[in-house]
């Protein structure tokens, strides 16, 4: 028979004084019977969006009465896995302690494991018992070749299917507990369903899918059930320390569980006729061996500290730790600490969660209120006024601070869609599409390159000592990129200048300059006096507390909103792990060691050891103190102490020059010719005039200061067959000798000969040769000449770099010959 369902106000209020429902579910099962009542006999798909916590088996349990009522024979529960199925059949058993009484039409109950025994069939062919179907998403959808279902198959009893059966109902109802599991399953519920044919599908949830919120047709959210005293106020718990391993995590849990115990206790003493209830932790995992983990730690001294104790529930849990999980409300469970990875995430309705654990990332706000909601049933039934029983504390050292800045989530409502979202001919959401034809938001095409920007920067190597590879390009020189070096001296009326770089097959040259640095000088723990360490000891003579803070996200009603406020609780002393001295003092020798700058020795030890003894000497250590233990915070300020002092010896250690080579390519190019370019082999000397017509320079021009020596050395290197390339060196360049009172020395030439041998060369007039400056500058180029001579390696190969000081009578001397030069000049 088909059944018309109307909409009776009257029975409404009748059946929730029976269920004794609470205004939002009341509320909820009213939407729900309108709309049901307004769609006639066409399909509906409708979601009821109830906070976790408030009660949605009751609107489950009073909408199947008002269905029956009705005259509805046939309703259909649907719960996404096996915890959920075994809590639905224990909130239908008189014998359970989850029984929800309220109905006067007793439903029979046909499950997976008894649909197929004789009774029962007789019962499902009676049209006037009401019969409720409680099976798994699983075991409805349509069978594959390598699954079965048992629901498709033909039973004898029946003569038909159950599946067939049910779709042959004229009056079934399907209500999906947790509607929003079914989203990843869209496809292969959405067929079972249909194919039913039901009247309507209703979906409860506290959390929707995105792509439902069009078929909501009543929220209520965690904010107003916190709000309207219907759950339990969450507590954010946390450190300010920066402590936030999972060790750490635990032991808080446990010592607020302990104090949730005492606060229980003493409100059952109070309130005699109060429910036998014990408060339990609920930690969530990341894995399987996570929790096996998490379980050993659990069960030791500090923590819950006994493994008889602590409940491991995975998929891979026996049937009798399911058994003692239905049993943990039970006033003589032994159970104190329940672990878990995914099995108990949604649906597992227990009243006695009183501390939260979450190990794995809160990723998602669904997952966050999904956590959240074990812990949020009230225990005794209502608030009690005691607020450590009136609470669920969330420990979250690692994330806190999201989650408090997330903390109007508790308030928001479901934002429903702007525009419909199109239906299937049987009502299901159907999926929209992208158009990917068009550019999306925000794209933008590759920028082009401006122009002449195009191809690779190619840089010589550093370390090359000079290299005669260079393309021929037909061209007398080649002309740079960008400006680096210019000439000193402008000319009036002189043509513009040009860019231009090094002769055709001129060498590039490495300079090897020497820079100074001041470095510290090494260290050693010998250089720190015992007193030091006393003294930095005596910071820690007292034990170092540490403090467990609670936040409690209390809501308060602002007429039509909510209001979520965050509401500091009392902070107490955290217990802290103790550690006797023996480790104390290996963590305190080990902060001294890992220092870079100690050498890695045996006298290093020895010295850790002395300091360390000192140390502890100073926070009040004494010989007789080998029992003495340190909590985790005391021992963890020690120990920065320790490498404090450390690294103030370190940073305080004297400090001493040292050298290093810098390479310097030279020349820098290219740079600006200087336009009127006098001939050096034709024409007079000209102070600061720029001269061509070299052979051997690697620039195209050079210009001079002085005649007598820079002029007349440019020849004798430019002739004489024993020199291979020279260079000028003008002062401001980065060929450079530092000094420690005259500045930077430039020195005149840096000249290549025949046998790869590099010397830099500096021209003086003989008045000048004697002068202090002069001579200190001599002194400096040559301790530079041995220093880059003693520090060639293989890594760095600078070549044999020597100093020539030639004054004006030397020049004379040499008669226009290098190595004349080199006998009159006598260089090391």
């Not at 032991?251 to 209830?277: F, I, M, W």
């Not at 020189?477 to 770089?501: H, I, K, N």
């Not at 009172?741 to 021209?763: H, K, Q, S, T």
């Amino acid at each position: 028979m088909t059944v018309d369902i109307t909409y009776d106000e009257a029975l409404i209020e009748e059946i929730a004084a029976r269920f004794d429902l609470r205004k939002p579910n009341q509320d909820a099962l009213t939407e729900i019977v309108q709309r049901i009542a307004d769609g006639g006999i066409d399909y509906q798909e409708m979601v009821a969006d109830l906070a976790t916590g408030v009660g949605k088996t009751f609107l489950m349990s009073s909408l199947i009465e008002y269905l029956a009522q009705q005259g509805v024979r046939y309703v259909l529960v649907v719960t996404p896995g096996s915890t959920i199925q075994r809590k639905t059949l224990a909130n239908f058993d008189a014998a359970s302690a989850k029984y929800v009484a309220g109905a006067d039409i007793a439903p029979f109950i046909v499950t997976p494991d008894n649909f197929q025994a004789a009774n029962v069939g007789s019962v499902l062919r009676n049209p006037q018992r009401l019969k409720v179907f409680v099976f798994n998403v699983q075991q409805l959808i349509r069978p594959t070749d390598k699954v079965s279902r048992k629901v498709r198959s033909e039973d004898e009893n029946l003569g038909d299917a159950l599946y067939s059966h049910l779709e042959n109902a004229d009056d079934l109802f399907v209500i999906a507990d947790e509607h929003h599991v079914y989203h990843d399953k869209a496809a292969a519920f959405s067929a079972a369903i249909r194919d039913l044919h039901p009247a309507a599908l209703v979906g409860l949830t506290a959390t929707p899918d995105k792509a439902d919120y069009a078929k909501v047709v009543f929220q209520y959210t965690l904010g107003e059930a916190i709000a309207d005293g219907h759950v339990k106020v969450p507590v954010i718990v946390y450190r300010k320390d920066g402590t936030k391993d999972e060790r750490t995590q635990l032991r808080d849990a446990c010592q607020l569980l302990g104090h949730k115990e005492q606060s229980y206790t003493a409100y059952r003493d109070a309130n005699p006729a109060a429910a036998a209830v014990k408060p339990v932790l609920f930690v969530v995992c990341q894995t399987i061996e996570h929790a096996q983990e998490v379980g050993q730690i659990l069960a030791q001294p500090g923590f819950i500290g006994d493994g008889s104790h602590v409940l491991e529930v995975t998929s891979q849990s026996s049937d009798e730790a399911l058994d003692a999980l239905a049993k943990v409300e039970e006033p003589d469970s032994p159970i104190r600490a329940i672990v878990s990875v995914n099995m108990l995430r949604e649906g597992w309705d227990v009243k006695n969660i009183a501390v939260i654990v979450a190990l794995r990332r809160l990723a998602s706000q669904t997952l966050t209120e999904q956590i959240l909601g074990r812990g949020l049933r009230l225990p005794f039934g209502a608030r009690t006024g005691v607020p450590d029983v009136d609470q669920v504390d969330l420990v979250a050292h690692d994330s806190y601070k999201q989650l408090l800045d997330q903390k109007d989530v508790l308030r928001q409502r479901i934002q429903l869609p702007a525009t419909a979202v199109e239906v299937d001919e049987h009502g299901f959401a159907t999926t929209a599409t992208v158009d990917t034809s068009q550019p999306h938001a925000g794209d933008t095409q590759p920028a082009t390159p401006p122009s002449g920007t195009s191809g690779p920067d190619v840089e010589p190597s550093q370390w090359a000592l000079f290299d005669l590879d260079e393309p021929d390009s037909g061209d007398e020189t080649r002309v740079g990129d960008g400006l680096l070096f210019q000439e000193t001296e402008s000319r009036v009326d002189a043509p513009t200048p040009t860019e231009v770089g090094r002769v055709k097959k001129a060498p590039q040259i490495v300079f090897p300059r020497r820079e100074s640095v001041l470095d510290y000088a090494s260290f050693s723990l010998s250089d720190i006096p015992d007193g030091d360490a006393q003294a930095a000891g005596a910071a820690f003579i007292k034990e170092v507390p540490t403090f467990i803070f609670r936040d409690a996200l209390e809501a308060t009603r602002s007429g039509d909103d909510v209001v979520i406020n965050r509401v500091q609780q009392h902070v107490e002393e955290a217990n802290q792990e103790l550690a006797g001295l023996d480790t104390v003092r290996a963590e305190l020798a080990e902060a001294i060691l890992q220092q870079p700058e100690v050498p890695r020795e045996q006298a290093s030890k020895g010295a850790a050891r002395r300091l360390v003894t000192a140390f502890l000497r100073g926070a009040g250590v004494t010989t007789e103190d080998a029992t003495a233990e340190w909590g985790t915070k005391r021992r963890q300020q020690a120990v920065e102490g320790m490498r404090q002092t450390i690294r103030a010896a370190i940073v305080n250690r004297k400090k001493e020059v040292r050298y290093q080579i810098r390479p310097v390519t030279l020349p820098l190019e290219p740079v600006l010719s200087p336009g009127n370019v006098f001939d050096a082999s034709n024409d007079k000397f000209v102070k600061h005039a720029a001269f061509g017509g070299w052979k051997k320079n690697v620039m195209p021009f050079a210009s001079f200061d002085a005649g007598s020596t820079e002029w007349e050395l440019a020849h004798l290197l430019d002739t004489d067959p024993a020199i291979y390339w020279w260079l000028r060196v003008y002062v401001g360049g980065q060929a450079f000798i530092p000094t420690e009172n005259d500045g930077n020395y430039f020195p005149d030439f840096v000249a290549l000969d025949a046998d790869g041998g590099f010397w830099l060369i500096e021209g003086k007039a003989d008045k000048n040769a004697n002068d202090a400056d002069v001579l200190r500058k001599k002194e400096a180029a040559e301790k530079w000449a041995r220093y880059v001579r003693d520090s060639r390696t293989s890594d760095a190969p600078f070549g044999s770099w020597r100093y020539v000081f030639a004054t004006e009578s030397n020049i004379k001397q040499a008669g226009g010959s290098w190595n004349g030069l080199l006998t009159v000049t006598k260089p090391e």
